[in-house]
């Protein structure tokens, strides 16, 4: 059995086609934005001791499919040999190349996070 500790990355995220950027924000319903852009869910399969980390669109895509990745996934790690944090910490490299801001995002993303699970 693993313990996985708290999940940092966001379980939804927003994917403007026309410029290939996500951001953490979605945009608010009923906008241009909300219609042009695709919305995507995260994913996370374990295998064994492997945690594999996908999102998956609103459109019946992979965002890694959309990004041209080399890999399937987002991010993939051996719990064996790594933290499940670690693994998230991939996930999130992998994604600020895609973002407009990404330390804007990034920090948005841990505010909120914060807020949600604070620290004693």
Same mark, same amino acid.
């Given at each position: 059995m693993f313990d996985l500790g708290k999940l940092y990355i966001p379980t939804i995220l927003s994917f403007d086609p026309s410029s290939k950027t996500i951001s953490f924000?979605?945009?608010e319903f009923f906008t241009k !934005?909300?219609?042009e852009h695709v919305q995507y869910s995260l994913e996370l399969n374990i295998l064994g001791s492997d945690a594999i980390i996908?999102?998956?669109g609103e459109?019946?895509?992979y965002l890694?499919?959309?990004l041209d990745l080399d890999e399937e996934y987002i991010a993939a790690g051996s719990l064996e040999? !790594?933290?499940f944090?670690?693994?998230q910490e991939k996930a999130l490299k992998q994604l600020e190349h895609?973002?407009?801001d990404p330390k804007t995002e990034l920090l948005d993303l841990f505010n909120q996070n914060e807020e949600e699970f604070p620290l004693e």
């Open positions: 924000t979605l945009p !934005e909300h219609f996908y999102y998956y459109d019946d895509t890694s499919q959309v040999y !790594e933290s944090g670690a693994i895609f973002m407009l």
